[in-house]
């Protein structure tokens, strides 16, 4: 069983930066898929940037690519997203996934196991 700790959420102004953290325990394999998904008020979660585990295939949303970008450190066993020149419409809670089926995972059921979520919040 996969478990997935997140951090780092909390508020900034648009145009600047935040990086999202997840510990992922348990035990993984290089053909597994990890990532991350949004969902603001309203909304249906979204799939946001996504990567084999150990790296490769990595696929951003249209709307975070050149601003976003998902990485690991094996060492630590730990997936980031960087967060840069952030908008209000980036304002959601952020939620790790981990799959070991589809990668990219690009829809909600594509992950098996899920963070529990850090909220993300943009000011003008």
């Known amino acids: 069983r996969i478990q997935l700790t997140e951090s780092g959420g909390g508020s900034v102004q648009a145009g600047g930066s935040l990086t999202l953290s997840c510990v992922v325990s348990g035990i993984t394999y290089t053909n597994d898929c990890v990532g991350w998904f949004r969902q603001a008020p309203g909304n249906e979660r979204e799939a946001v940037a996504t990567?084999?585990?150990?790296?490769?295939?990595?696929w951003y949303a249209r709307s975070v690519n050149q601003r976003f970008t998902i990485s690991q450190d094996d060492a630590k066993n730990t997936a980031y997203l960087q967060m840069t020149s952030m908008k209000p419409e980036d304002t959601a809670i952020y939620y790790c996934?981990?799959?070991?089926?589809?990668?990219?995972?690009?829809?909600?059921?594509?992950?098996?196991?899920w963070g529990q979520g850090t909220q993300v919040t943009v000011s003008e």
């Open positions: 990567q084999y585990w150990r790296g490769g295939g990595t």
């Open positions: 996934a981990y799959g070991g089926g589809t990668c990219p995972m690009k829809r909600p059921a594509d992950s098996h196991y």
